[in-house]
């Protein structure tokens, strides 16, 4: 079983749709939690930190189920713009392992 | 300010050669981490150093060896190349360890043939 796990995708929304992920993480240890965000043969850029009560972002809300291991990101009205693979990333021992999750890609289509 | 910066871009090599890859951090990060990315999958976590100290190892070979400068700088080095080597090689810094975001370079596209 892999540490980290996403949605495979990839998802294909209009624009203004509501979309959320969820990944998974095996290590009931595991310290922090981010979502980056990943265009296209560049590198990955921090979309978020991932708070345990929940944080919101302007149209990005993440959440955290540290009973269920589970972090999710909901995107809402999107935007052509939000296209892009989105990169669940685990922090383990100490903080000195960083673990990725193999990414969900997003289309927004007009 | 700068960010971080990575060379060389691209790297062409051929099976059984070694490479040095190399990485300078955001001025003021202690931390600096090396990840691989094969296409269609997330970065591959491979080192963290900090405070030139290894904190943190991937499931990679011993053909793959990195340091941390006194400048905080690094290099990612790699013998005996393979054909599944070739990868984008990331290189990410930090303030410190722990919650701090990670600032990723541009990456070296090694390739090997």
């Known amino acids: 079983r892999k540490e980290v796990e996403q949605d495979p995708g990839p998802f294909n929304v209009p624009e203004g749709a509501t979309v959320a992920f969820n990944c998974t993480y095996s290590?009931?240890?595991?310290?922090?939690f981010f979502w980056y965000r990943q265009d296209c043969r560049k590198e990955p850029k921090l979309l978020m930190s991932?708070?345990?009560s929940g944080n919101e972002d302007g149209r990005f809300t993440a959440q955290l189920n540290r009973a269920s291991q589970y972090i999710s990101l909901l995107i809402r009205d999107s935007k052509l713009s939000d296209s892009a693979t989105y990169l669940c990333?685990?922090?383990?021992?100490?903080?000195?392992?960083?673990?990725f999750g193999a990414g969900t890609r997003l289309f927004v289509k007009a | 300010d700068a960010g971080v910066t990575q060379s060389p871009t691209h790297l062409i090599k051929t099976r059984g050669q070694h490479v040095t890859l190399r990485c300078s951090p955001i001025?003021?990060?202690?931390?600096v981490s090396w990840y691989q990315q094969v296409l269609g999958q997330g970065p591959q976590f491979i080192f963290q150093?900090?405070?030139?100290?290894?904190?943190g190892r991937g499931n990679f070979p011993d053909r793959f060896s990195a340091r941390q400068f006194p400048n905080y700088s690094s290099e990612l080095n790699v013998n005996a190349l393979l054909l599944g080597d070739s990868a984008l090689y990331l290189c990410?810094?930090?303030?410190?360890?722990?919650?701090?975001?990670?600032?990723f370079g541009n990456g070296t596209r090694l390739t090997v043939t």
């Open positions: 990410a810094s930090s303030l410190s360890v722990g919650n701090s975001p990670l600032h």
């Open positions: 290590n009931s240890a595991s310290q922090s």
């Open positions: 991932v708070y345990s």
């Open positions: 990333v685990v922090l383990n021992t100490g903080g000195f392992k960083t673990i």
């Open positions: 001025s003021g990060h202690k931390s």
């Open positions: 150093y900090y405070e030139k100290e290894e904190r």
